[in-house]
């Protein structure tokens, strides 16, 4: 039973660093002037949303609920502002967002409780960030991109 409520958090946990990086390029895919940052802002919205809602159904599958807590992830926005401030360019706030995506992801990875089913899922979405994350290097890259 704890190993369930473990992996119940562990997939809390990740769900909301997912709302997070939604958060963070929907601001941004508001804000870019250029349209290829609107485009890749836009997805990667839409890919944490997905993975948003696949988490939550192994959530629900394992006896947590279903629809993302408002109130552990309430505090969302403020740290989207806190971000914004913090960082120099909009792909170096994507870049922070997605290490930090990462390292949680590492951090859920490495726990024994996560059952097979579910550890496919997020073995896979990690991959995707890891994906994102060497996308956004190379953005940085194109000095056209690195100054917005």
């Not at 997905?50 to 279903?66: K, Q, V």
């Not at 992830?73 to 989207?80: D, E, I, M």
């Not at 990690?126 to 994906?131: D, L, M, R, V």
Request: with cysteine.
């Amino acid at each position: 039973m704890e190993d369930l409520s473990r992996t119940v958090t562990a997939l809390t946990d990740i769900i909301a660093v997912n709302g997070k990086r939604a958060d963070t390029y929907l601001s941004l895919s508001e804000k870019a002037e250029h349209p290829d940052l609107k485009s890749v802002f836009s997805h990667y919205a839409k890919q944490a949303k997905h993975f948003i809602n696949n988490l939550s159904n192994w959530r629900s599958a394992y006896g947590g609920y279903a629809v993302v807590d408002k109130k552990k992830n309430g505090s969302t926005w403020s740290a989207v502002r806190s971000l914004l401030g913090r960082s120099r360019n909009m792909i170096g706030q994507c870049d922070q967002v997605e290490h930090e995506a990462l390292k949680a992801y590492k951090s859920v990875l490495a726990l024994s409780v996560i059952p097979t089913a579910a550890l496919a899922d997020i073995q896979r979405q990690a991959k995707e960030i890891e994906k994102a994350i060497e996308h956004l290097k190379s953005l940085k890259d194109q000095p056209e991109l690195a100054q917005q």
